[in-house]
């Protein structure tokens, strides 16, 4: 990674036996009455969310095309010095010649939008062990990180913006992830809450 630097002694071999047996035990075991309350809850929501796509829905931000001032913001937002994905394209290769890539970066969100189809390559992430602590020979010592494509970030990032904010798919209580929306002023009036409710001796 950029500006970092870790030797270790693990083959690829052992880095991939490794990654390939993370969460593949099958010795959890689950409460059967819980199991079922998370399928039935999920059914039922797949089911709300059924939408003939035969139809045309008005006011649906899906049937809308991408604009250039969305591409252009969300290529803005995105900061310097970090990794690239598997394409190895990094976020200053999109900022810097934004004029040459708006028109273009255009024409293929939309063709995306309209044909269905997916680039595999942005499914793909490259995988990052950054050493936590301990010895190094150890994969487990590791934490890891995914590095996603760029192109593929910026896209879903206009979809999640458009989607999450014009369709008020989320909750007014809800601030992670929401632009402008401040952490410590969510902390401070939890804990309002919680002081009030235990004052008067409801917890």
Known sequence: ?????TTS????????AYFNGL??????????????YIKSYVE??????EINMNEEIDGCIIDEPINVNEIENAIKSLPNGKDPGPDGILNEHERHPMFLLLPRLTILFNTILQSGNYPKLWC????????KHGQKTDPGNYRVISLLSVIGKVFTKILNTEMCEAEDLLYEEQSGYRKKDKVHLIISFAYMLWFKNTSHGLF
Do not use: Q
């Open 1 to 5: 990674m950029r500006g970092t630097k």
């Open 9 to 16: 002694n693990i083959s690829p071999d052992d880095w991939y």
């Open 23 to 36: 969460y593949n035990d099958t010795k959890y075991e689950f409460d059967p009455v819980f199991t079922e």
């Open 44 to 49: 039922d929501y797949e089911a709300d969310c």
């Open 124 to 131: 793909t992430a490259g995988i990052v062990p950054l050493h």
